[in-house]
């Protein structure tokens, strides 16, 4: 059953045919996804639970692959539940999979800053996911961003989505080719050969943290990676296939260069061990990365418990730590540094025991 006023004529043809035809959904709304598919939302008549239905281009008979009966068999709370799965010919993949309250990470994080602590618990929970997918099943996910990553408001945990890039890897340190669609996250090994890695997976997840962190990653803007002699050179190009021929090379430079981060940029309540783990995923030679994600997995662990939550909310820095102690961080109309402390319920009471610069203040407020 088909809502008369869906939208979806910018569909291809099969997803059109299959989502009226099948008689157990009712189909509301519809997405176009560009390279990754069409996606539309809905209802299971029977179950009465909303759904999401993805048709990706895909090879013949994909649903008999080793990869699709694995995704079709795995039950984790961390990684999107498969309904069905098939082939649709003459080229395309259907996934039917639940719908998930709170939407992606980008939307998450293009709307407010989180915390530390949210930050790595939500890596904690991907890193979760991908030891099920690495070392369980043998497979990468080849293509993981926030807006791949969905985020269960109920149980408060992130689940790996957009599962249809993923491939079988047999051994530890053999490699597969690169998925192509989203190009500001591949790693270097799959800009300069085309090899993507089980470290491959975990170079990604390390951009995620890094933008959770809240470190600069202009996907929406992506000309503020570019210096001025790089943005001269792509503004004087007037054909737009050289210009983006100009584009990607760029980019790939920035990959290959280490230069696609910077944790410079990332909050100065943000130090060195948060920069460490950050820099290790995303090393520039896949060996020398995480080996696995239980690996990775371990170091986060150890910021939730070695460090303080810290959040910046408008212009006030806040510290929390176990046991209920909280600092504030914030400036007044001429400019001077405040500090506050309280415990539990009890009000915000000054605290001066800071030598009146921001850096100051955060120190005492991190030492608790």
Request: aromatic share 10%; glycine share 6%; hydrophobic share 35%.
């Amino acid at each position: 059953m088909v809502n008369h006023d869906l939208q979806d004529s910018d569909a291809c043809c099969t997803a059109r045919k299959h989502v009226r035809e099948t008689p157990d959904l009712e189909v509301s709304a519809f997405i176009q996804r560009g390279n990754n598919g069409d996606v539309y939302f809905g209802k299971r008549i029977k179950m009465g639970d909303d759904v999401v239905l993805k048709f990706y281009w895909s090879h013949p008979h994909y649903d008999d692959t080793e990869e699709a009966v694995i995704l079709h068999s795995i039950n984790h709370e961390n990684i999107l539940k498969i309904y069905d799965l098939k082939f649709l010919p003459p080229s395309i993949a259907f996934f039917l999979t639940p719908k998930i309250s709170g939407g992606d990470l980008q939307g998450i994080i293009d709307i407010k800053s989180l915390s530390t602590k949210e930050a790595l618990d939500i890596i904690s929970g991907i890193l979760k996911g991908l030891t099920e997918l690495h070392s369980k099943h043998q497979l990468v996910h080849r293509d993981l961003k926030p807006g791949n990553i969905l985020f269960c408001l109920d149980k408060k945990i992130p689940i790996i989505a957009d599962l249809g890039a993923v491939k079988k890897i047999e051994k530890a340190n053999e490699f597969v080719t690169a998925s192509k669609s989203t190009v500001y996250y591949l790693p270097p090994e799959s800009v300069m050969a085309n090899e993507y890695y089980f470290q491959s997976d975990i170079y990604q997840v390390g951009i995620i943290l890094f933008q959770l962190l809240g470190g600069h990653f202009p996907i929406d803007s992506p000309l503020e990676w570019f210096n001025r002699k790089e943005l001269k050179e792509y503004s004087e190009i007037r054909n737009s296939m050289e210009k983006q021929s100009k584009f990607d090379e760029i980019i790939a430079s920035k990959i290959t260069n280490g230069k696609i981060i910077n944790t410079d940029t990332l909050p100065d309540y943000i130090d060195s061990p948060f920069k460490k783990v950050i820099n290790r995923a995303t090393n520039f030679h896949y060996e020398k990365r995480y080996s696995n994600p239980s690996a990775f997995l371990k170091d986060v662990h150890n910021l939730l418990r070695k460090h303080p939550d810290c959040v910046e909310v408008g212009a006030e820095l806040f510290v929390k730590h176990n046991g209920g102690k909280e600092f504030k961080i914030s400036e007044d109309l001429k400019g001077q540094i405040i500090l506050e402390k309280k415990i539990g319920t009890k009000p915000w009471r000054k605290d001066n025991s800071h030598n009146g610069t921001k850096k100051s203040a955060l120190a005492v407020a991190k030492a608790g």
